[in-house]
């Protein structure tokens, strides 16, 4: 792969700063690989032969507070002032053990970048360009032009340093659409069970990078091939064992095979939802019955039961407050009806049981779980439904949508403030959203006038 690298000018102009200063500097990492592939990035690496204090002696402004040599540089836009990127500068540094299936027990220098990328994790990332030439000691360019992931050196080594990575591979080949290469793959598998070892909070951090990647899907197999999906979620693992395909069902796949094309299907990038659509039924592992005589399976309230355990998964994750409240919310609501005969009040009660910031959200679910079980995408039961949602929520929603407020029906009636303003609201609201009232203030304040009398 030959190609000629166009550095953007703010990088150039930072690396103008140590050259000046008599430094070596090299872009570093999965910049060059995106410089190569000619994908956008917005993580700067850089590595160096100048040591921690003589990088931070260049600028007025930067952070060094960790054990690897690692200065972190702010650039700002100098239109605006505001931090534009992050940039993280690191020395020439050599292999060292690991204690922790994490960490090097420590840091040594080394004197030269082939040194430095000796080091790395995978081919693609041990790459450095300082601006004219392009070192590869590992044929990188050459991976990448295959589209293959393969490890540094000895990949049972590389996993055994930082389990990580094993993770990471993963990441990368969703990310890239690249395929892992069969030593590393086989590494992978073999050392799956180190993954116990990393913090959940890293292994949130690149799982969501899966689910959020252009095949969320295939890095799902991934984890399932090399046996690392029994150790971050048993809870789907456990699905694959659960058949699905009975008389009077429309089902073709297992629970498992279905939730993995159901994340495939799903039609958004929200990682949340995607995350909901891989766990929307693990709660069938717990309600499967098989009715002897007719061979029917049925999954009686596994929303519920997948909601559960979807809260337990959220935990383990240690997803925000907020992401778990939607992951749960879409799981246990992923069941919802679409019938023609629905009333505005049922709707709008879903309405507000799912949320309206989840209501797309819960569609796209519904979406890739019909087309995951080999259903068409829609039917016209479900684009009637979308079309109800649309009209449901132009008329007043809640209480707060009235045109009149609690206190104009304490200066009304003559009440004081107490929980009776809030229940003549509500009956009022009731009315307006019945249709027996227009929601208009002086129709309103006539209403509550005839109560007061």
Not at 105 to 123: G, K, P, V
Not at 160 to 188: G, N, P, V
Not at 241 to 264: A, F, M, N, W
Request: charge should be positive.
């Amino acid at each position: 792969m030959k190609k000629s690298l166009k550095i953007p000018q703010f990088v150039e102009n930072f690396m103008d700063v140590f050259r000046k200063n008599g430094y070596k500097i090299f872009v570093v990492g999965g910049a060059v690989r995106d410089l190569l592939l000619d994908r956008s990035t917005q993580n700067w690496d850089f590595t160096t032969n100048a040591k921690p204090d003589e990088i931070q002696g260049f600028f007025d402004k930067s952070i060094y507070n960790n054990d690897f040599g690692t200065v972190v540089i702010p650039i700002q836009n100098t239109a605006t002032s505001k931090i534009k990127f992050i940039f993280e500068v690191t020395p020439f540094r050599k292999e060292s053990s690991y204690d922790d299936f994490r960490h090097p027990t420590h840091i040594e220098w080394a004197q030269t970048i082939e040194e430095d990328l000796q080091r790395r994790d995978f081919t693609i990332n041990a790459l450095a360009y300082d601006g004219k030439h392009l070192i590869d000691i590992s044929e990188s360019q050459h991976d990448i032009e295959k589209k293959i992931i393969r490890a540094v050196g000895d990949p049972d080594q590389r996993f055994k340093e930082d389990a990580l990575r094993l993770m990471r591979a993963i990441r990368f080949a969703s990310e890239l659409e690249f395929l892992i290469e069969e030593k590393t793959h086989k590494a992978i598998a073999h050392n799956a069970h180190l993954i116990q070892n990393i913090s959940w909070e890293r292994i949130r951090e690149e799982f969501i990078k899966i689910l959020s990647s252009d095949h969320p899907a295939e890095g799902i197999i991934f984890l399932k091939q090399t046996g690392l999906l029994k150790f971050i979620l048993p809870e789907l693992e456990a699905c694959f064992s659960i058949e699905q395909k009975s008389p009077k069902r429309h089902h073709i796949y297992d629970v498992g095979t279905h939730s993995i094309e159901t994340l495939r299907h799903t039609p958004t990038k929200d990682p949340i939802t995607r995350f909901a659509a891989l766990l929307h039924d693990i709660g069938k592992v717990e309600t499967v019955q098989k009715d002897k005589q007719t061979g029917v399976i049925t999954f009686h309230d596994h929303e519920i039961i997948g909601a559960k355990k979807a809260e337990g998964v959220a935990y383990r994750f240690r997803l925000s407050r907020k992401q778990k409240e939607k992951l749960v919310t879409l799981v246990h609501r992923h069941m919802f009806s679409v019938q023609e005969k629905q009333t505005d009040k049922a709707i709008r009660r879903f309405i507000r049981t799912v949320g309206t910031e989840n209501l797309q959200d819960v569609l796209d679910l519904r979406t890739g779980d019909r087309i995951g079980s080999g259903s068409q995408p829609t039917s016209w039961r479900t684009e009637l439904f979308k079309k109800r949602l649309i009209e449901v929520q132009k008329k007043p929603f809640t209480v707060h949508d009235l045109k009149i407020t609690g206190n104009d029906v304490m200066k009304t009636l003559g009440l004081p403030p107490g929980p009776k303003i809030g229940e003549i609201l509500e009956q009022l609201f009731e009315k307006v959203a019945d249709g027996t009232l227009k929601n208009e203030k002086k129709i309103l304040l006539e209403e509550l006038s005839k109560n007061e009398k």
